[in-house]
């Protein structure tokens, strides 16, 4: 019999993406946005646009739509897609029109034990979190989940049920909405903040009639 080794070859089926980038100007968002989390969490004035019902966000939150209340979360969010999803959906060859619309942004304030539940975004072509003030002790991590669980236990990293991405302040992180997500606790005494934002494809004042139409 031959002694020649028979030669395995794995294919990969299907992978999704992280993509991970300083945010410019990061000294003059920050206290922007750390102005806000004053507001909201002022007691004295009792003004705050948190939502009242639970979600997956174990913190102080603002409004969902905070873009729209708060013109420097709009300004980030426009930023990040204006020059990074495009720039994301151009490399990538997606075959979208080019613009994409800032659905919702909120600001999470997270204090000592806080974090986010794995959870979706449901319809949301892109996500952003942008990691805004990170204690060095906090521990920020961001986490994905496999929708179904391995079959076998592994040691390579690309075969674990979670993976975890470090969190480094100023940092932003873009992913499809889709995937299951969490944020490690703050393991800090300090408070760590975060802005997230939801992107849909912009079809607005476009006309597409064919495959054609977007594929530019």
Known sequence: PSKKMTVITPYVLFTDKLWYFEMPDHDTWKPQLETIEKIETNKVHNFSTAPTVECNVKAARTGWFSHEQYPVINTVSQIISQTFLTKIAEEEEYEIPKEFEVINSWLNIYK?????????????????????????????????????????????????????????????????????????????????????????????????????????
């Open 112 to 216: 000592k034990g806080q974090f986010a539940a794995p959870h979706k975004h449901g319809r949301y072509i892109f996500s952003a979190v942008y990691f805004v003030r990170v204690p060095q002790d906090s521990g920020a991590k961001l986490c994905f989940h496999k929708r179904e669980k391995s079959v076998f236990n592994s040691k390579r990293p690309d075969q674990q049920d979670t993976l975890m991405v470090d969190a480094k302040e100023g940092t932003v992180m873009i992913f499809n909405g889709y995937l299951l997500h969490s944020v490690t606790p703050n393991a800090s005494e300090k408070t760590r903040l975060t802005m997230a934002a939801n992107y849909l494809i912009d079809y607005r004042d476009k006309k597409i009639t064919s495959r054609e139409d977007y594929v530019s």
